[in-house]
Protein backbone atom coordinates (compact mmCIF):
# COMPACT_ATOMS: atom_id res chain seq x y z
CA UNK A 1 0.00 0.00 0.00
CA UNK A 2 2.94 2.46 0.89
CA UNK A 3 6.26 1.74 -0.51
CA UNK A 4 9.65 4.55 0.57
CA UNK A 5 12.23 4.18 -1.39
CA UNK A 6 15.68 6.14 -0.21
CA UNK A 7 13.59 8.96 1.20
CA UNK A 8 15.37 12.22 2.58
CA UNK A 9 14.68 15.19 4.07
CA UNK A 10 16.95 18.05 4.70
CA UNK A 11 15.88 21.25 6.69
CA UNK A 12 17.79 24.49 5.96
CA UNK A 13 18.20 27.06 8.86
CA UNK A 14 17.91 30.44 8.69
CA UNK A 15 21.52 31.01 9.14
CA UNK A 16 22.26 29.03 5.47
CA UNK A 17 23.49 25.72 7.75
CA UNK A 18 21.70 22.82 7.03
CA UNK A 19 20.20 19.67 9.30
CA UNK A 20 19.72 15.88 7.40
CA UNK A 21 17.14 14.57 9.77
CA UNK A 22 16.29 11.86 7.11
CA UNK A 23 19.27 9.87 5.57
CA UNK A 24 17.69 7.13 3.53
CA UNK A 25 14.35 5.32 4.78
CA UNK A 26 13.50 2.73 2.64
CA UNK A 27 9.80 0.19 3.83
CA UNK A 28 7.11 -1.20 2.54
CA UNK A 29 3.97 -0.99 4.56
CA UNK A 30 1.22 -3.55 3.78
CA UNK A 31 -2.78 -3.05 4.37
CA UNK A 32 -3.34 -4.05 7.63
CA UNK A 33 -0.49 -3.45 9.35
CA UNK A 34 -0.07 -1.95 12.35
CA UNK A 35 3.79 -0.69 12.78
CA UNK A 36 4.86 1.05 16.14
CA UNK A 37 8.08 3.23 15.57
CA UNK A 38 10.05 4.21 18.53
CA UNK A 39 13.46 5.08 18.96
CA UNK A 40 15.44 7.92 20.73
CA UNK A 41 13.74 11.62 20.39
CA UNK A 42 15.20 13.58 17.33
CA UNK A 43 15.73 11.02 15.01
CA UNK A 44 12.93 12.02 12.74
CA UNK A 45 9.61 9.84 13.98
CA UNK A 46 7.96 13.02 13.11
CA UNK A 47 9.38 14.15 9.85
CA UNK A 48 9.18 10.79 8.88
CA UNK A 49 5.52 10.68 9.44
CA UNK A 50 5.00 14.18 8.45
CA UNK A 51 6.81 13.42 4.72
CA UNK A 52 4.53 10.50 4.07
CA UNK A 53 1.52 12.80 4.09
CA UNK A 54 3.29 15.97 2.90
CA UNK A 55 2.96 17.90 5.37
CA UNK A 56 6.69 18.28 5.34
CA UNK A 57 7.19 17.70 1.61
CA UNK A 58 10.76 15.52 1.26
CA UNK A 59 14.18 16.59 -0.16
CA UNK A 60 14.87 13.21 -1.93
CA UNK A 61 13.48 9.83 -2.77
CA UNK A 62 9.81 8.11 -3.64
CA UNK A 63 6.76 7.60 -2.36
CA UNK A 64 4.30 5.49 -3.75
CA UNK A 65 0.55 5.10 -1.83
CA UNK A 66 -1.32 2.37 -3.90
CA UNK A 67 0.83 2.38 -7.16
CA UNK A 68 1.16 6.70 -7.42
CA UNK A 69 4.08 8.38 -6.63
CA UNK A 70 2.37 11.09 -4.46
CA UNK A 71 5.95 13.11 -4.86
CA UNK A 72 5.41 13.85 -8.62
CA UNK A 73 4.31 16.36 -10.00
CA UNK A 74 0.38 17.16 -10.04
CA UNK A 75 -0.76 14.73 -7.74
CA UNK A 76 -3.83 15.70 -5.77
CA UNK A 77 -2.82 15.99 -2.63
CA UNK A 78 -6.68 16.26 -1.48
CA UNK A 79 -6.42 12.66 -2.73
CA UNK A 80 -3.56 11.58 -0.22
CA UNK A 81 -5.05 13.70 2.82
CA UNK A 82 -8.56 11.41 2.19
CA UNK A 83 -6.30 8.56 2.28
CA UNK A 84 -4.47 9.06 5.55
CA UNK A 85 -5.92 10.24 8.52
CA UNK A 86 -3.47 11.98 10.81
CA UNK A 87 -3.79 11.79 14.54
CA UNK A 88 -1.11 14.30 16.98
CA UNK A 89 0.07 14.56 20.47
CA UNK A 90 -1.71 17.67 20.69
CA UNK A 91 -5.34 16.64 19.73
CA UNK A 92 -5.86 20.08 17.48
CA UNK A 93 -9.70 19.43 17.70
CA UNK A 94 -11.80 22.63 16.86
CA UNK A 95 -13.02 24.33 19.84
CA UNK A 96 -15.74 26.11 18.85
CA UNK A 97 -17.19 23.30 17.67
CA UNK A 98 -18.99 20.79 19.80
CA UNK A 99 -17.72 16.79 19.76
CA UNK A 100 -20.39 15.96 16.97
CA UNK A 101 -19.39 18.99 15.23
CA UNK A 102 -15.57 18.13 15.26
CA UNK A 103 -16.84 14.82 14.08
CA UNK A 104 -19.13 15.79 11.04
CA UNK A 105 -17.18 18.22 9.67
CA UNK A 106 -15.02 16.75 7.29
CA UNK A 107 -17.22 14.03 5.66
CA UNK A 108 -20.18 16.54 5.45
CA UNK A 109 -17.17 19.27 3.83
CA UNK A 110 -15.01 17.60 2.07
CA UNK A 111 -16.50 14.36 1.15
CA UNK A 112 -20.20 16.05 0.85
CA UNK A 113 -21.85 13.34 2.87
CA UNK A 114 -25.38 14.44 3.74
CA UNK A 115 -25.14 15.64 7.00
CA UNK A 116 -27.83 13.81 8.61
CA UNK A 117 -25.75 11.10 7.70
CA UNK A 118 -22.76 11.81 8.92
CA UNK A 119 -24.33 12.45 12.09
CA UNK A 120 -25.15 9.01 12.20
CA UNK A 121 -22.33 7.69 11.32
CA UNK A 122 -20.63 10.33 13.51
CA UNK A 123 -22.65 9.01 16.42
CA UNK A 124 -21.22 5.48 15.98
CA UNK A 125 -17.89 5.91 15.82
CA UNK A 126 -18.05 8.14 19.05
CA UNK A 127 -19.88 4.98 20.92
CA UNK A 128 -16.72 3.23 19.70
CA UNK A 129 -14.42 5.61 21.24
CA UNK A 130 -16.68 5.44 24.16
CA UNK A 131 -17.60 9.47 23.49
CA UNK A 132 -21.58 9.20 23.10
CA UNK A 133 -22.54 10.81 25.87
CA UNK A 134 -20.14 13.71 25.61
CA UNK A 135 -21.05 14.61 21.91
CA UNK A 136 -22.67 18.10 22.32
CA UNK A 137 -20.30 19.07 24.62
CA UNK A 138 -17.26 21.14 23.35
CA UNK A 139 -13.58 20.16 23.55
CA UNK A 140 -12.56 22.94 26.35
CA UNK A 141 -14.63 20.91 29.33
CA UNK A 142 -12.89 17.44 28.29
CA UNK A 143 -9.76 15.54 29.62
CA UNK A 144 -6.84 15.06 27.41
CA UNK A 145 -7.71 11.20 27.19
CA UNK A 146 -11.26 12.17 25.96
CA UNK A 147 -10.14 14.62 23.36
CA UNK A 148 -7.76 12.40 21.74
CA UNK A 149 -10.62 9.60 21.59
CA UNK A 150 -12.55 12.62 19.90
CA UNK A 151 -9.67 12.96 17.58
CA UNK A 152 -9.40 9.39 16.73
CA UNK A 153 -12.83 9.41 15.99
CA UNK A 154 -12.90 12.35 13.55
CA UNK A 155 -9.73 10.97 11.87
CA UNK A 156 -11.91 7.56 11.53
CA UNK A 157 -15.20 9.63 10.15
CA UNK A 158 -13.15 9.93 6.73
CA UNK A 159 -12.39 5.66 6.15
CA UNK A 160 -9.16 6.55 6.26
CA UNK A 161 -6.74 3.56 4.30
CA UNK A 162 -4.07 4.13 6.84
CA UNK A 163 -4.08 6.60 10.21
CA UNK A 164 -0.70 7.91 11.55
CA UNK A 165 0.21 7.96 15.09
CA UNK A 166 2.50 10.62 16.44
CA UNK A 167 3.16 9.77 20.30
CA UNK A 168 -0.68 9.98 20.54
CA UNK A 169 -0.35 9.81 24.93
CA UNK A 170 3.06 11.47 25.01
CA UNK A 171 0.68 14.32 25.84
CA UNK A 172 -1.73 12.79 28.73
CA UNK A 173 -1.80 12.81 32.34
CA UNK A 174 -0.79 9.16 32.89
CA UNK A 175 -4.13 7.98 34.20
CA UNK A 176 -5.36 8.41 30.43
CA UNK A 177 -3.02 6.87 28.45
CA UNK A 178 -4.53 3.63 28.87
CA UNK A 179 -8.36 4.90 27.82
CA UNK A 180 -6.34 6.34 24.25
CA UNK A 181 -4.21 2.53 24.02
CA UNK A 182 -6.70 0.41 24.26
CA UNK A 183 -9.44 2.34 21.45
CA UNK A 184 -6.00 2.17 19.43
CA UNK A 185 -5.63 -1.59 20.52
CA UNK A 186 -9.18 -2.14 19.23
CA UNK A 187 -8.77 -0.55 16.11
CA UNK A 188 -5.64 -2.60 15.43
CA UNK A 189 -7.94 -5.41 15.99
CA UNK A 190 -10.06 -4.71 13.68
CA UNK A 191 -7.34 -4.73 11.18
CA UNK A 192 -6.88 -0.96 10.40
CA UNK A 193 -3.53 -0.10 8.80
CA UNK A 194 -1.56 2.15 11.26
CA UNK A 195 1.64 3.85 11.99
CA UNK A 196 2.17 4.62 15.22
CA UNK A 197 5.30 6.71 16.78
CA UNK A 198 5.47 5.27 20.49
CA UNK A 199 7.34 5.48 23.26
CA UNK A 200 4.86 3.24 25.35
CA UNK A 201 6.89 0.03 24.77
CA UNK A 202 5.00 -2.47 26.20
CA UNK A 203 1.94 -1.44 24.09
CA UNK A 204 4.42 -1.46 20.75
CA UNK A 205 5.22 -5.11 21.52
CA UNK A 206 1.58 -6.52 22.14
CA UNK A 207 -0.20 -4.42 19.11
CA UNK A 208 2.14 -4.16 16.51
CA UNK A 209 2.37 -6.72 13.71
CA UNK A 210 6.13 -4.96 12.76
CA UNK A 211 8.74 -2.57 14.74
CA UNK A 212 10.99 0.40 13.30
CA UNK A 213 13.42 1.29 15.31
CA UNK A 214 14.54 4.40 13.67
CA UNK A 215 17.83 6.27 14.79
CA UNK A 216 19.67 8.70 13.99
CA UNK A 217 17.53 9.49 10.50
CA UNK A 218 16.77 5.34 8.91
CA UNK A 219 15.05 2.48 9.88
CA UNK A 220 17.89 0.87 11.75
CA UNK A 221 16.43 -2.26 12.39
CA UNK A 222 12.88 -3.48 10.92
CA UNK A 223 11.34 -6.51 12.37
CA UNK A 224 8.70 -8.36 14.53
CA UNK A 225 8.25 -7.60 17.98
CA UNK A 226 10.02 -10.38 19.00
CA UNK A 227 12.52 -10.25 17.02
CA UNK A 228 12.64 -6.27 17.74
CA UNK A 229 12.25 -6.55 21.82
CA UNK A 230 14.20 -10.06 22.28
CA UNK A 231 16.76 -10.67 19.62
CA UNK A 232 17.53 -7.20 17.96
CA UNK A 233 20.20 -7.77 15.46
CA UNK A 234 22.36 -4.40 16.40
CA UNK A 235 23.81 -3.05 19.97
CA UNK A 236 21.94 0.19 19.31
CA UNK A 237 18.58 -1.72 19.20
CA UNK A 238 18.94 -3.71 22.54
CA UNK A 239 20.19 -0.56 24.38
CA UNK A 240 17.24 1.29 23.60
CA UNK A 241 14.51 -0.94 24.13
CA UNK A 242 15.94 -2.23 27.45
CA UNK A 243 15.97 1.40 28.84
CA UNK A 244 15.84 1.66 32.47
CA UNK A 245 14.31 4.92 33.94
CA UNK A 246 16.26 5.46 37.11
CA UNK A 247 15.61 7.84 40.29
CA UNK A 248 18.41 8.39 42.56
CA UNK A 249 19.68 9.71 45.92
CA UNK A 250 22.64 9.76 47.58
CA UNK A 251 22.48 9.56 51.59
CA UNK A 252 25.26 11.22 52.94
CA UNK A 253 24.25 11.62 56.37
CA UNK A 254 20.60 11.10 59.12
CA UNK A 255 19.75 14.82 58.19
CA UNK A 256 18.97 13.92 54.53
CA UNK A 257 15.19 15.26 53.51
CA UNK A 258 12.82 12.25 53.56
CA UNK A 259 10.25 14.49 52.83
CA UNK A 260 12.06 15.06 49.21
CA UNK A 261 12.90 11.33 48.94
CA UNK A 262 9.04 10.38 48.87
CA UNK A 263 8.08 13.69 46.52
CA UNK A 264 10.75 11.96 44.36
CA UNK A 265 9.13 8.24 44.72
CA UNK A 266 6.03 9.55 44.14
CA UNK A 267 6.74 11.41 40.96
CA UNK A 268 8.49 8.78 39.32
CA UNK A 269 5.91 6.64 39.93
CA UNK A 270 3.15 8.75 38.26
CA UNK A 271 5.35 9.32 35.08
CA UNK A 272 5.93 5.72 34.70
CA UNK A 273 2.42 4.45 35.78
CA UNK A 274 3.49 2.42 38.61
CA UNK A 275 0.58 3.25 41.04
CA UNK A 276 0.12 0.42 43.07
CA UNK A 277 3.89 0.31 43.53
CA UNK A 278 4.29 3.56 45.19
CA UNK A 279 2.88 2.88 48.51
CA UNK A 280 5.19 -0.16 49.28
CA UNK A 281 7.95 1.77 48.25
CA UNK A 282 7.94 4.84 50.56
CA UNK A 283 7.37 1.90 53.25
CA UNK A 284 10.06 0.13 52.29
CA UNK A 285 12.63 2.86 52.06
CA UNK A 286 11.48 4.54 55.34
CA UNK A 287 11.73 0.76 57.18
CA UNK A 288 16.33 0.38 55.01
CA UNK A 289 16.66 4.02 55.91
CA UNK A 290 15.42 4.39 59.52
CA UNK A 291 16.12 1.21 60.94
CA UNK A 292 17.71 -1.57 58.78
CA UNK A 293 20.17 0.38 57.53
CA UNK A 294 20.78 3.40 59.88
CA UNK A 295 23.88 3.22 60.16
CA UNK A 296 25.16 2.73 56.24
CA UNK A 297 26.31 6.10 55.29
CA UNK A 298 26.88 7.15 52.89
CA UNK A 299 24.00 4.95 50.69
CA UNK A 300 23.14 5.10 47.44
CA UNK A 301 19.28 4.73 47.24
CA UNK A 302 17.93 3.84 43.95
CA UNK A 303 14.82 3.53 42.43
CA UNK A 304 14.64 1.78 38.51
CA UNK A 305 11.63 0.89 36.39
CA UNK A 306 12.77 -1.03 32.98
CA UNK A 307 10.10 0.09 30.45
CA UNK A 308 9.60 -3.42 28.91
CA UNK A 309 9.86 -6.13 31.15
CA UNK A 310 7.75 -3.50 33.96
CA UNK A 311 10.32 -4.93 36.59
CA UNK A 312 10.30 -2.27 39.58
CA UNK A 313 12.80 -2.38 42.00
CA UNK A 314 14.73 -0.28 44.32
CA UNK A 315 18.68 -0.97 45.68
CA UNK A 316 20.47 0.09 48.59
CA UNK A 317 23.80 0.32 47.83
CA UNK A 318 27.32 0.98 50.08
CA UNK A 319 30.12 1.19 48.83
CA UNK A 320 33.57 -0.31 49.89
CA UNK A 321 32.09 -3.38 51.82
CA UNK A 322 31.99 -6.85 50.44
CA UNK A 323 29.24 -8.31 52.99
CA UNK A 324 25.93 -7.44 53.57
CA UNK A 325 25.03 -4.48 55.98
CA UNK A 326 21.93 -6.39 56.93
CA UNK A 327 22.45 -7.90 60.20
CA UNK A 328 21.67 -11.88 59.81
CA UNK A 329 19.25 -11.24 62.60
CA UNK A 330 17.67 -8.55 61.01
CA UNK A 331 13.47 -8.64 61.13
CA UNK A 332 12.99 -8.35 57.54
CA UNK A 333 9.69 -9.85 57.52
CA UNK A 334 7.39 -6.43 56.65
CA UNK A 335 9.90 -5.49 53.84
CA UNK A 336 9.18 -9.33 52.41
CA UNK A 337 5.74 -8.68 52.78
CA UNK A 338 6.02 -5.32 50.63
CA UNK A 339 8.10 -7.31 48.03
CA UNK A 340 8.41 -9.67 45.54
CA UNK A 341 12.09 -10.94 46.42
CA UNK A 342 15.35 -9.63 48.53
CA UNK A 343 18.56 -9.56 46.77
CA UNK A 344 21.59 -9.38 48.92
CA UNK A 345 24.53 -9.12 46.23
CA UNK A 346 28.39 -7.67 46.01
CA UNK A 347 28.58 -5.31 43.52
CA UNK A 348 31.97 -3.90 41.61
CA UNK A 349 32.40 -1.20 43.95
CA UNK A 350 30.47 -2.31 47.25
CA UNK A 351 27.32 -4.41 47.95
CA UNK A 352 24.07 -4.36 47.40
CA UNK A 353 20.45 -4.65 48.49
CA UNK A 354 17.77 -5.10 46.24
CA UNK A 355 14.13 -5.47 46.71
CA UNK A 356 11.95 -6.12 43.94
CA UNK A 357 8.55 -4.35 43.70
P1 LIG B 1 11.55 12.79 16.66
O1 LIG B 1 10.12 12.84 16.32
O2 LIG B 1 12.21 11.47 16.36
O3 LIG B 1 11.83 13.21 18.06
P2 LIG B 1 11.75 14.96 14.76
O4 LIG B 1 11.38 14.34 13.46
O5 LIG B 1 10.71 15.77 15.43
O6 LIG B 1 12.33 13.83 15.72
O7 LIG B 1 13.01 15.90 14.57
C1 LIG B 1 14.25 15.46 14.11
C2 LIG B 1 15.19 16.64 14.00
O8 LIG B 1 14.71 17.53 13.00
C3 LIG B 1 15.32 17.44 15.27
O9 LIG B 1 16.66 17.78 15.44
C4 LIG B 1 14.47 18.67 14.99
O10 LIG B 1 14.99 19.78 15.69
C5 LIG B 1 14.63 18.85 13.51
N1 LIG B 1 13.45 19.50 12.89
C6 LIG B 1 12.19 19.05 12.90
N2 LIG B 1 11.36 19.88 12.24
C7 LIG B 1 12.13 20.91 11.81
C8 LIG B 1 11.87 22.10 11.05
N3 LIG B 1 10.65 22.39 10.60
N4 LIG B 1 12.92 22.91 10.77
C9 LIG B 1 14.16 22.60 11.22
N5 LIG B 1 14.49 21.52 11.93
C10 LIG B 1 13.49 20.66 12.22
MG1 LIG C 1 8.45 13.36 17.49
Known amino acids: MISIKHLSKTFQNPDGSTLTVLKDVNCDIDKGEVISIIGPSGTGKSTLLRAINMLEPPTGGEIWVDGENIMAKGYPLDRLRRKMGMVFQGFNLFEHMTVLENVVYAPTKLLHVPLAQAREEAMELLKKVGMAQKADVYPASLSGGQKQRVAIARSLAMHPEVILFDEPTSALDPTMVGEVLSVMRQLAKEGLTMLIVTHEMRFARDVSTRIFF????????????????????????????????????????DDFDYLQIHTGINRFCIKYNLGDKADPAYAIVKEMLFTHMRDQRP??????????????????????????????????????????????????????????L
Do not use: C, W
Not at 216 to 241: C, L, M, N, W
Not at 300 to 319: H, W
Not at 332 to 350: F, K, M, Y
Open 214 to 253: MNEGIIYEDGSPDQIFRHPVHSATKAFVNRIQKLVYEIDS
Open 299 to 356: LTLRMTYAELSGETALDFMVEGRKDSPLAPDAALDSIRALSRDIVEEPTARGFRVKVL
